[in-house]
């Protein structure tokens, strides 16, 4: 006999009885933040350069996130939640910008 449950793993995606997607885009933010925290001494490093720190970024951690992305029909919710930490990584490597004499 099977178990029912309301939402299981499949080859790396969260599937959710409903198919409801931000079941998976929770999912992929958090194994995202795990990504960017476990590099979170290499980003603090004054010794390794931005450029090296934002390609860290794009190649281990932006792609946790965006894993089986094309396939995503998003509410604006989870747009904006994607764009919240799209922004959030790149500020953190990048620190305060004065642009116009305004910070």
């Not at 959710?16 to 933010?29: D, G, H, P, T, Y």
């Not at 004054?46 to 965006?66: A, E, G, H, Q, W």
């Not at 919710?77 to 790149?90: A, G, M, N």
Request: net charge positive; glycine share 6%.
């Amino acid at each position: 006999m099977f178990k029912r449950v309301d939402n299981f793993k499949y080859l790396g995606t969260m599937v959710s009885k409903m198919n409801n997607r931000s079941v998976e885009v929770n999912a992929r933010l958090i194994m995202a933040n795990r990504a960017y925290y476990g590099l979170r001494n290499h980003m603090k490093s004054r010794i390794i350069s931005r450029n090296i720190k934002i390609l860290l970024y794009k190649t281990l951690i932006r792609p946790v996130l965006t894993y089986g992305a094309e396939t995503w029909v998003l509410s604006k919710q989870d747009e904006h939640r994607l764009s919240i930490f799209e922004r959030k990584i790149p500020r953190r490597i990048c620190g305060p910008v004065i642009d116009g004499g305004r910070w």
